[in-house]
């Protein structure tokens, strides 16, 4: 039963992933690099590090509606930086 729930849930993370992916326009291994999974900050260091930060964040949001409300608002403060 656990291990269901387990399956379930590394399911559902997945697929946010890959939702995030496709937003973004990148292939989801992006999030896997080797130095994300290792820890190391190597290569590219603080963005890596930022970008993981952000889809832990996004991750850990169980509402549907917040998690879309999320990434609204990143995208506006990327059109703002552009400005």
């Known amino acids: 039963m656990?291990?269901?729930a387990h399956r379930r849930?590394?399911?559902?993370?997945?697929g946010a992933l890959a939702h995030i992916?496709?937003?973004l326009?990148?292939?989801?291994?992006?999030f896997y690099d080797p130095h994300l999974i290792r820890g190391a900050l190597e290569g590219r260091g603080e963005e890596a590090a930022a970008v993981f930060a952000l889809v832990q964040a996004y991750l850990a949001i169980d509402d549907a509606?917040?998690?879309h409300r999320s990434i609204q608002v990143v995208?506006?403060?990327?059109?703002?930086?552009r400005v």
């Open 2 to 4: 656990i291990h269901d």
């Open 9 to 14: 849930t590394v399911t559902t993370r997945a």
């Open 21 to 23: 992916a496709d937003l």
């Open 25 to 30: 326009g990148v292939p989801i291994t992006k």
């Open 65 to 67: 509606e917040t998690r």
């Open 75 to 81: 995208r506006a403060m990327a059109q703002a930086g």
